[in-house]
């Protein structure tokens, strides 16, 4: 056997024995004879480097140091999911499904792990890139760490896509942790809060050969890509199976909403006895073509809800109550308490929300009260012990002005929380404005944080987020903990956030009510900044899902003098305050006033490319037939239901070819 051969069959060898021990959990060598066998294998690779192989199972025990972990934008978005807590609450979901798409509907039950998403790319069969889920629309590349997982496959095994990406979590098992802890309080160090944070953690450690001493695993659960030659949700995890991914043998096929139910309550209790931390099911619908069907909405996919376990609740003291002010001006009530563990984390603080939800609660400084994490995430007190109340306390009576600045609070009507009204001269405010604005999803500015921005305004270096596009390195190192190396990375930040498309600088101006979704619909409506500072109420209102508190709210920060000074600034500065020639190229008003619905398989064009071809040329895309529908855009296997609803409106039925030949 050459020297070559013997090297592919170490390799193969090794990871068949890998797989068989992290995937499959039936170990068929010691480690002992493990270690003897990758040790050979190392020495063959050092004596042969022409056979390097960026996969070998060599270099799972990592090594490769990484100082910046570079932002990688998703091929396809990591959406969130909607969150369910009872049965009625899978009952109108299942309700609004069945309005949506015909004939039976099945449901892939899966456990909802909790540790750090992660999205994988394999092609040609080995792993290629490892991105964190990020903001959804981008994440950091970590797949050097990543490789050091030894249930994450580098070499799939039998048959697999070209290309595919693959979506699952990191996790912590139990054990894992609890020795990690052993180990720490041995050598006199804290002991790690909770094995979800860790998983997150690890994965952004700069060395990895730090990362291959952690055992953390991942669980795969689902495939996305093209050609998949898969059907349904449930093929998909069988498929990945097959290629070699670990895919938690818990999930189920189920038919109605009733079973879902069943497995509810049988994971409820049974998740107690998991080597990993699980807080809910997943509930998929299982048909990819009906998935399709449903699409998403801004936030998450119209075929997938994950259901809640019910939330651990303990008890403690409230201290003290603290007023908090966002960079909008609103004010936010925060509870602090007596420290409790809560969930394997230590709870001090617990946001009351506003005044009406303290006079609802009636919560008093010095009461015991009842605290749980909203979806397992944010602290929230849902009840005072009136028993143990003192008959000393005092009801609790709501500031009148702003904790920072001083100004008088207001708090317009219908609106549930007080706001501090000066806009331009609390700290804040202003601090949060621009930390909003080099935000991931604004402006994305590299080497500027938040801690970083409020130093910047507190020495009085900037006042506003223009000033950030007049800083010079020599003003910033004297900043505290700024080197000159960092301070030239700021600076360069600034300076390449000038090529942020127009609909990111649009929501990161900081607009009330202007969210991402709003910010693209408005860009994409009037095209740069100009037309929508001088919009009016009416013009506004017309774009869609632009309703009456966003129209006023756009037209009260452009008739202020100091925000449309800004704005020229930034326009100076070079910042993009227009769409670019690329996308208008793409745009025309062909189909302004139509709505289609889009049902069916296509060839021509894919359906995500229809959907996109209609808002390109001022059409909108609707989910549902309603007597407001221009259109059915009608594919192959379109369900009897849509075509009815459509010929009892008379609403005229097209194929995609009548469609491409309206443009």
């Known amino acids: 056997m050459s020297a070559e051969q013997k090297i592919q069959s170490l390799r193969k060898e090794l990871r068949d024995h890998?797989?068989?021990?992290?995937?499959?959990?039936?170990?068929?060598?010691?480690?002992?004879?493990?270690?003897?066998?990758?040790?050979?294998?190392?020495?063959?690779?050092?004596?042969?480097?022409?056979?390097?192989?960026?996969?070998?199972?060599?270099?799972?025990?990592?090594?490769?140091?990484?100082?910046?972990?570079?932002?990688?934008?998703?091929?396809?978005?990591?959406?969130?999911?909607?969150?369910?807590?009872?049965?009625?609450?899978?009952?109108?979901?299942?309700?609004?499904?069945?309005?949506?798409?015909?004939?039976?509907?099945q449901y892939t039950c899966e456990l909802k792990y909790d540790g750090a998403s992660m999205s994988l790319t394999y092609e040609k069969g080995k792993l290629t890139k490892a991105v964190t889920r990020g903001d959804g629309f981008q994440g950091d590349n970590v797949t050097t760490n990543i490789k050091t997982i030894r249930s994450v496959p580098l070499q799939l095994k039998g048959e697999y896509p070209q290309k595919f990406h693959i979506r699952g979590e990191?996790?912590?098992?139990?054990?894992?942790?609890?020795?990690?802890?052993?180990?720490?309080?041995?050598?006199?160090?804290?002991?790690?809060?909770?094995?979800?944070?860790?998983?997150?953690?690890?994965?952004?450690?700069?060395?990895?050969?730090?990362?291959?001493?952690?055992?953390?695993?991942?669980?795969?659960?689902?495939?996305?890509?093209?050609?998949?030659?898969?059907?349904?949700?449930?093929?998909?995890?069988?498929?990945?199976?097959s290629m070699g991914f670990k895919v938690p043998k818990a999930a189920k096929l189920v038919n109605s909403i009733d079973e879902v139910l069943d497995f509810i309550v049988y994971w409820d209790q049974a998740r107690h006895d998991l080597p990993y931390e699980t807080d809910g099911v997943v509930i998929k619908v299982n048909s990819l073509f009906q998935q399709e069907e449903l699409g998403y909405t801004a936030k998450a996919p119209r075929w997938a809800m994950?259901?809640?376990?019910?939330?651990?609740?303990?008890?403690?003291?409230?201290?003290?109550?603290?007023?908090?002010?966002?960079?909008?001006?609103?004010?936010?009530?925060?509870?602090?308490?007596?420290?409790?563990?809560?969930?394997?984390?230590?709870?001090?603080?617990?946001?009351?929300?506003?005044?009406?939800?303290?006079?609802?609660?009636?919560?008093?400084?010095?009461?015991?009260?009842?605290?749980?994490?909203?979806?397992?995430?944010?602290?929230?007190?849902?009840?005072?012990?009136?028993?143990?109340?003192?008959?000393?306390?005092?009801?609790?009576?709501?500031?009148?002005?702003?904790?920072?600045?001083?100004?008088?609070?207001?708090?317009?009507?219908?609106?549930?929380?007080?706001?501090?009204?000066?806009?331009?001269?609390?700290?804040?405010?202003?601090?949060?404005?621009?930390?909003?604005?080099?935000?991931?999803?604004?402006?994305?500015?590299?080497?500027?944080?938040?801690?970083?921005?409020?130093?910047l305004v507190n020495e009085g270096l900037i006042h506003n987020y223009a000033d950030l596009y007049e800083l010079k390195v020599e003003q910033v190192i004297p900043l505290d903990r700024m080197a000159e190396k960092s301070a030239e990375n700021l600076i360069s930040g600034v300076a390449a956030s000038k090529q942020i498309p127009f609909e990111r600088v649009l929501f990161a101006l900081g607009i009330r009510y202007v969210g991402e979704t709003v910010a693209k619909k408005l860009a994409k409506h009037f095209k740069n900044i100009a037309a929508i500072s001088i919009a009016t109420f009416e013009e506004l209102i017309a774009v869609d899902e632009i309703g009456d508190r966003i129209a006023a709210s756009v037209i009260?920060?452009?008739?202020?003098?100091?925000?449309?000074?800004?704005?020229?600034r930034l326009e100076a500065f070079g910042v993009r305050l227009e769409l670019s020639d690329e996308q208008l190229a793409n745009q025309t008003t062909t189909l302004v006033g139509s709505t289609f619905v889009v049902s069916g398989v296509f060839h021509s064009v894919s359906r995500d490319e229809l959907k996109k071809l209609i808002e390109n040329n001022g059409g909108k895309v609707s989910s549902s037939i309603s007597s407001k529908t221009t259109y059915l855009i009608a594919g192959d296997k379109m369900g009897p239901s849509k075509r009815a609803k459509a010929e009892q409106l008379n609403i005229p039925i097209i194929t995609e070819n009548d469609f491409l030949q309206m443009l």
């Open 170 to 241: 990191i996790v912590l098992p139990f054990v894992g942790f609890n020795k990690m802890n052993e180990d720490r309080i041995e050598a006199g160090e804290e002991p790690y809060r909770n094995p979800r944070n860790t998983a997150s953690g690890s994965l952004k450690l700069q060395d990895s050969s730090e990362v291959a001493k952690r055992p953390l695993e991942c669980l795969l659960y689902s495939l996305i890509g093209n050609n998949l030659k898969i059907s349904t949700q449930f093929e998909g995890l069988k498929k990945a199976h």
């Open 18 to 105: 890998n797989y068989n021990y992290y995937v499959l959990d039936n170990s068929t060598i010691s480690d002992y004879e493990f270690d003897i066998k990758l040790k050979e294998l190392q020495i063959l690779e050092e004596k042969y480097p022409e056979f390097y192989d960026e996969n070998s199972p060599t270099l799972r025990v990592g090594g490769e140091v990484t100082k910046n972990f570079s932002t990688i934008v998703h091929e396809y978005r990591m959406y969130s999911l909607d969150n369910s807590y009872s049965k009625e609450d899978l009952l109108d979901w299942e309700t609004r499904i069945k309005k949506q798409v015909d004939g039976e509907v």
């Open 556 to 568: 009260e920060f452009f008739s202020s003098e100091e925000n449309r000074l800004i704005i020229e």
């Open 306 to 455: 994950a259901y809640k376990f019910k939330a651990e609740q303990v008890s403690t003291r409230l201290n003290d109550i603290t007023y908090q002010v966002g960079r909008t001006g609103a004010i936010t009530p925060v509870a602090n308490l007596e420290p409790v563990e809560l969930a394997g984390t230590t709870v001090k603080r617990a946001s009351l929300h506003n005044s009406d939800q303290i006079e609802k609660l009636d919560i008093r400084v010095g009461d015991e009260v009842f605290v749980e994490k909203g979806g397992e995430i944010i602290p929230k007190i849902i009840a005072v012990d009136i028993s143990k109340r003192l008959e000393s306390s005092e009801r609790t009576k709501y500031i009148t002005h702003c904790p920072e600045c001083h100004t008088e609070l207001v708090r317009a009507e219908g609106e549930a929380q007080h706001y501090c009204p000066n806009y331009n001269g609390c700290n804040p405010q202003i601090v949060g404005r621009i930390q909003h604005f080099i935000s991931r999803k604004a402006m994305d500015i590299e080497g500027l944080g938040g801690e970083t921005v409020a130093l």
